[in-house]
């Protein structure tokens, strides 16, 4: 069973398209994250929510917009994509409320190319 | 604020030699320390982490990293390298207060094993 599942795994879209990566995570974990890894593999946060709530909102355009239903789900819609948005965007999640040393873990990526 | 660095951007070694991808840090307090190591096309995967206690500690697949508080480093090592460890290797800090969320990556070393 993945623990955290994000989909889709690649996505190829033109500039100016809207598109939604999903996320999904069974480990009853309280905090989900969107990271960013770039071309030169630099990982940054963009998002945290915990139950729920947004927590951490960094310097992202307002074009993306994470949206959680619930506190195993995590998804991020992107509006009017640029080619400066391609890039792998992971998925992960953790335990944070009880113990900030909780590891957090991974989903295998979603590889966004805008053409 | 807290950062994490990667003096290396590539490491090489051969196959049977002991390995050793470095890594310091600069946090406030004392801090929880990570690795994470990504395959190609492949999302993050866990490999071990410093939260307290025993300065050494061991991990998956053979992995092990020395925290150092003197040094403010936590250099991850192998005994004796295999191909199959060619990956790039992430260290990682999150702050030690409660409910911190986030983790603060460094950018990364590409571990080369030769046959």
């Known amino acids: 069973d993945t623990a955290v599942s994000q989909t889709p795994k690649y996505l190829v879209t033109q500039m100016g398209n809207d598109k939604s990566i999903k996320c999904e995570q069974n480990?009853?974990?309280?905090?989900m994250y969107w990271y960013k890894q770039d071309s030169k593999k630099f990982l940054k946060i963009m998002f945290s929510y915990n139950n729920k709530e947004l927590i951490i909102n960094e310097t992202v355009p307002n074009r993306f917009s994470p949206k959680s239903p619930d506190k195993a789900h995590l998804n991020l819609h992107i509006n009017s994509l640029e080619l400066g948005d391609s890039a792998v965007y992971f998925c992960a999640s953790s335990q944070v409320s009880s113990f900030s040393g909780n590891t957090i873990y991974f989903g295998e990526g979603s590889w966004l190319t805008v053409v | 604020a807290q950062s994490v660095a990667q003096p290396e951007d590539q490491v090489n070694v051969a196959e049977g030699n002991p390995l050793t991808v470095k890594c310091t840090y600069s946090?406030?307090?004392?801090?929880?320390l990570f690795w994470y190591v990504q395959y190609p096309n492949r999302g993050l995967q866990f490999l071990l982490k410093?939260?307290?206690?025993?300065?050494l500690v061991k991990g998956s697949y053979g992995f092990e990293a020395e925290f150092n508080k003197s040094q403010t480093s936590f250099h991850l090592k192998k005994p004796s390298a295999l191909v199959s460890d060619s990956a790039l290797y992430f260290c990682?800090?999150?702050?030690?207060?409660?409910?911190?969320?986030?983790?603060?990556f460094g950018t990364g070393t590409r571990l080369t094993v030769i046959p």
């Open positions: 410093y939260i307290t206690g025993d300065n």
């Open positions: 990682a800090v999150r702050p030690p207060q409660t409910g911190a969320n986030n983790l603060f």
């Open positions: 480990l009853g974990h309280d905090t």
């Open positions: 946090v406030s307090g004392n801090p929880y």
